[in-house]
């Protein structure tokens, strides 16, 4: 073989080298015919008219909807502890008891004060009954001219005594029974129970901070009570978000981290008054949590409505480009096999779709890979296998 002949078939195997590994890199196996005609190879979708739901996440906290810190009244050394963490509650209970030796001893000095203070009372009585008769018989003998003055007047300043101190008694009674009360009430702080109002659900006991045998004194935290039926889940929403919120409006939620197992939520309270600093407002929600999954302290994701469209025209996220500062799509006029940019005013997007505005209608299957080659007008070669495999799957979905 000569050398041009050589040469020859060097540069034929060189181009055809070339035109395959381009062909390849251009997305797809075209046919010589259509690559002789400039055509892009693409894979299109439909475009489809559904209802949609403009879904925002917000991350947020779980957080008990009561809580409740058990502390004493008074001070001593625990005795028992009858309940621990995760124990269910009702209101009422007996939860921590106190050792109450003290302070029943207390009440039994206070009982015997009371005893004295009766006693007291009744000598009084009679010493009044006493200086009452003595100033009567006094006065019947000062009228006869028997008895002097002085001597009426001493006998009526004794009865005035008498009767002051049998006041006195009297009050010192009233102050016994008071100290009785107070003893006998400082006894039952010894028992250490919850009570809350307006929630007939049991609660559970969230912490435990101290054991038996511990001294503590006055108001010292012992357990906390958490309500996890229902919870409150706390996220922050920005001012664009703000003006369709409601209280009543129903969410979705999940754990964060979590692909699955959503949760109803609803929005109890709105905060009227936005955080200066960041410009977002508290929203709390109700999540029922019956079958107690959730718990105080997870963070979670809320999805939050913020636009619904009964009949949108749907368009696959992919298809979206922008093309001179425009965003649109390119649709396929199958006849001719060429692509036209459209023009498209997206209203949101939710997953791997986006809902339009405008235009109302798309006439023809939208390019879903390959559009980065594209302008307007450009011949396109549509692979009929991949956008089959696409319709199946979204068929199957």
Known sequence: MSRRSALLLAGVVLLTLLWLFFGYRSGGDLRPSEAA?????????????????????????????ATLTVAPKVGGQIASI??????????????????????????????AQLQVARAQYEQARSDARTAERT??????????????????????????NAKAAATVARATIA?????????????????????????????????RMVEPGDTVAANTPLLRIVAVRPLTAVIQVPEALYPILEVGQSAQLRIAGAQT????????????????ETRRARVELTVPNDDGRLAP????????????????LVVPRAALVRRDGREGVFVVDTTANVAH?????????????????????????LVTLGQ???????????????????DSATDGA
């Open 37 to 65: 005609a400039g055509r892009v190879a693409v894979e299109t979708r439909p475009a489809e008219r559904r209802s949609i739901t403009d879904i925002r996440e917000f991350s947020g906290t779980l957080e008990a909807s």
């Open 82 to 111: 009858a309940a621990d963490i995760g124990d269910p509650v009702q209101s009422g209970d007996a939860l921590v008891r106190l050792d109450d030796q003290e302070y029943r001893q207390a009440l039994a000095e206070a009982e």
């Open 135 to 160: 100033l009567g018989r006094v006065r019947s003998l000062n009228d006869k001219g028997i008895a002097a003055t002085a001597e009426l007047d001493s006998a009526e300043a004794d009865a005035g």
């Open 175 to 207: 102050q016994a029974e008071a100290q009785v009360e107070t003893a006998r009430i400082r006894l039952g702080y010894t028992d250490i129970r919850a009570h809350w109002t307006n929630d007939e659900q049991p609660r559970q006991i969230g912490e």
């Open 261 to 276: 197992a959503n949760f109803e939520a609803e929005i109890a309270r709105i905060a009227p008054v936005f955080d200066p």
């Open 297 to 312: 302290g997870m963070f979670v994701q809320v999805g939050l409505v913020a636009d619904r469209m009964p009949s949108a």
């Open 341 to 365: 940019f459209v023009a498209v005013d997206v209203a949101f997007t939710q997953g791997d779709d986006a809902a339009l505005r405008a235009p109302d209608t798309l006439d023809g299957p």
């Open 372 to 390: 980065a080659q594209l302008e307007d007008g450009i011949g396109v070669a549509v692979d009929d296998d991949a956008a089959r495999s696409a």
